[in-house]
């Protein structure tokens, strides 16, 4: 264990197999934790607070944002999330290995407030036609969304030289393989 902890923060386009990567890495490695954001929206199912989210009501968000709470934080869909410092400061003083699922803003942030406690790695896929194949295979989404969600790959992509490492996803097993490789570089695993 190190003497502090370490944050992974992953960024990716939508379709690029990040969270398949992070479930595998989650899975050979249990004892690495996964960020707890806050949010303002409601719990949903069995979710407990604490656990997936720290739920927050618009009013605490709105108030933790003056207080300069946040490292990063951000509205979507009209519920606000966010990354609380006192949530990163004590998982590092904790000793805690810290995997953060975060957009391109939020990853800079991470990096800006942590610099030396960081290793930032940006999953990406081949092309953007594999991308556009791949979120059609989902089926989950509109001809509309999936439109916007590529114009925001790219976007993402082109910020992706301020990652320190970049991990294509073309096959998921040679993904894997080179995101152990950073890992191990980074003295995170064996």
Same mark, same amino acid.
Do not use: C, W
């Given at each position: 264990m190190p003497s502090r902890g370490k944050l992974? =923060?992953?960024?990716?386009?939508?379709? &690029?197999?990040?969270?398949?990567?992070? *479930?595998?890495?989650?899975?050979? %490695?249990? &004892?690495?934790?996964? &960020?707890?954001s806050a949010t303002t929206r409601a719990p949903?199912?069995?979710?407990?607070?604490? =656990?997936? %989210?720290?739920?927050?009501?618009?009013?605490?968000?709105?108030?933790?944002?003056? *207080?300069?709470?946040? =490292? @990063?934080?951000?509205?979507v869909y009209g519920n606000s999330y966010g990354t609380l410092k006192k949530y990163v400061d004590d998982s590092l003083y904790g000793e805690k290995y810290v995997i953060f699922d975060v957009d391109v803003q939020g990853g800079l942030a991470i990096k800006e407030a942590y610099p030396e406690d960081v290793v930032m790695i940006f999953i990406y896929p081949p092309s953007l036609e594999v991308l556009k194949d791949r979120l059609e295979l989902r089926g989950t989404d509109s001809e509309e969304i999936i439109k916007n969600r590529l114009n925001f790959a790219k976007i993402e992509m082109a910020k992706m030289k301020e990652y320190s490492y970049n991990i294509v996803n073309d096959r998921l097993d040679e993904a894997y393989a080179q995101l152990r490789n950073v890992?191990?570089? @980074?003295?995170?695993? *064996?």
């Open positions: 992974i =923060v992953f960024s990716a386009p939508s379709g &690029s197999g990040k969270t398949t990567l992070i *479930n595998m890495l989650r899975q050979e %490695y249990p &004892s690495f934790e996964f &960020s707890v949903r199912g069995k979710e407990t607070d604490g =656990v997936e %989210y720290f739920f927050l009501t618009r009013e605490e968000f709105a108030e933790k944002v003056r *207080n300069g709470e946040f =490292v @990063e934080h951000k509205t890992l191990r570089k @980074e003295g995170i695993i *064996n």
